[in-house]
């Protein structure tokens, strides 16, 4: 398996395929929460002295005989903050590109995403030596820094901070109601199939205060297992080596079901803390993938603003 372009070149394929088929899709309006200096007005009220004369409405001042002023609510950037799986299991893919290398490409179609007047992007990564925060800056910034050619790629070992720990200081560290993207490929260390998840309260919690979406990365040897006869598997993280007979039907099928029950097990999760859910393989264009999961849910929200 060969290593993706990265660098300038790849930016600007990048760049182009968001501006082509995702463009507009996930940033959007971000309304403010309150009265205060904007563009959009709000709320109509009897002008007082310090109020914006521009703002007068001189039709209801005429026939309210008092002078009436134009209140704005606030515009607000939007805070938009990634957090990245750089565990050992991320360097690991079959396909076109390994696990890692696809949540590079994901977090910087997140900033070109989500680029635009006044909004910045921040990073959290996790992984063996624990967390890494990344100053918030514009999107396409964040964007060049992600395909930037990596030095190297995470270490094997048990990761110092895992992704509940690294959810729960985000929550805690930047509480202002904005955008929260997890790129992970949500495995448990301990090789956890079943809930409850570790990270499910964390998650639950962060989805209350703000608008969350979980990028799964998965590859397709983790789903199924090839009949090529005898391997001997290495866990990058615990290192635990085991001696497995491909060439088995039984296991292969046993193998299949346990990892179906894990992806049922894990979207179930993601669903019931209240964040969106996309799954992203590292064998497939996960751009059209993205864009239709988007559209779901700008629809989805649409319809829900309707109702209220």
């Given amino acids: 398996m060969t290593s993706p372009d990265r660098g300038v070149g790849a930016f600007r394929r990048l760049d182009l395929q968001v501006q082509r088929r995702l463009d ?12 205060g200096p904007g563009s959009e007005a709000e709320e109509l009220v009897r002008y007082q002295p310090g109020d914006d004369v521009r703002r007068i409405d001189w039709n209801v001042t005429a026939r309210a005989a008092q002078p009436q002023v134009w209140r704005t609510r606030a ?5 938009t903050w990634l957090v990245l799986d750089e565990t050992a299991s991320m360097a690991f893919g079959t396909a076109f590109a390994e696990k890692g290398d696809l ?20 990073m959290l990564t996790f992984g063996l030596d624990g967390l890494t925060w990344t100053r918030p800056v514009t999107g396409r910034v964040a964007a060049q820094r992600a395909l930037r050619p990596a030095a190297h790629r995470p270490r094997d070992g048990i990761p110092a901070t895992g992704l509940a720990e690294a959810l729960d200081a985000l929550g805690r560290r930047h509480r202002r109601p904005g955008v929260r993207v997890v790129v992970s490929d949500l495995l448990d260390p301990a090789g956890r199939i079943e809930r409850p998840f570790d990270w499910e309260p964390a998650l639950r919690r962060l989805a209350a205060r703000h608008d969350v979406v979980v990028l799964e990365v998965v590859d397709p040897r983790e789903l199924e297992l090839p009949d090529v006869g005898y391997l001997v ?38 669903r019931a803390c209240g964040a969106a859910h996309v799954c992203l393989r ?12 988007i559209r779901s849910r700008r629809l989805a929200l649409a319809r829900r603003r309707r109702v209220r």
Avoid at 24 to 35: D, I, T
């Fill in 233 to 270: 598997l290495v866990d990058p993280e615990t290192g635990r080596r085991r001696d497995v007979a491909t060439g088995d039907p039984r296991l292969r099928a046993r193998y299949a079901a346990a990892a179906a029950a894990q992806r049922t097990a894990v979207a179930a999760a993601i």
């Fill in 75 to 79: 515009d607000h950037a939007l805070d």
């Fill in 103 to 122: 949540g590079d490409q994901l977090a910087a179609a997140v900033g070109l995403l989500t680029d635009g007047p006044g909004n910045r992007l921040g």
């Fill in 282 to 293: 590292t064998d497939r264009d996960w751009v059209p993938e993205l864009a239709r999961a």
């Fill in 24 to 35: 507009g899709l996930l940033a959007g309006e971000h309304r403010g929460l309150r009265l």
